[in-house]
């Protein structure tokens, strides 16, 4: 699955379209070598009829399947939007409290960004996943949590 991750979109478009014409004509030449003439002919009322129904039928699967990509794109965004904002919460948050611990808390939410940034995304461009933004974040939210405030 990587090896098609790194072809370039517009190749694979263009071998993707080569390759339909190229079966659609050859399916065609096909049935027209293997029926004779006469076939066409006595078939020709049906298969105006079966074609609408199947380019129909092909036409709602393609809106559904594009409706379908398009709302897990739109969910997939909405995601990584309230991930970002939680971060940037927690790091305006961190300001009232003491420097050690507010230093510690806004350096793993630094080191979070980045590794999301630069190993997340991609290993789940991959398939696969990271645990060290995992680590980072329950490290600033032990040390948020054990953080005991004093009174004076």
């Not at 399947?65 to 995601?79: D, R, S, Y």
């Not at 490290?139 to 953080?147: E, L, N």
Request: hydrophobic residues 50%; negative net charge.
């Amino acid at each position: 699955m990587e090896v098609l991750y790194n072809i370039p979109p517009l190749i694979v478009l263009v071998v993707a379209l080569v390759l339909a014409v190229t079966f659609a004509a050859g399916g065609q030449i096909f049935i027209h070598y293997r029926f004779r003439e006469t076939d066409f002919v006595q078939h020709n009322e049906v298969g105006g009829f079966i074609e609408a129904i199947v380019g129909t039928l092909y036409a709602v699967l393609l809106g559904f399947l594009t409706i379908a990509i398009w709302q897990h794109f739109a969910e997939t965004q909405g995601q990584v939007s309230r991930e970002s904002a939680a971060a940037a919460d927690a790091w305006h948050t961190a300001v009232g409290l003491p420097y050690n611990v507010r230093t510690r808390i806004r350096h793993d939410l630094f080191t979070y960004a980045n590794i999301m940034i630069e190993q997340e995304w991609p290993a789940m461009h991959r398939g696969g996943y990271t645990f060290q933004a995992d680590i980072v974040v329950m490290d600033a939210m032990a040390t948020a949590g054990t953080y005991n405030p004093v009174n004076f």
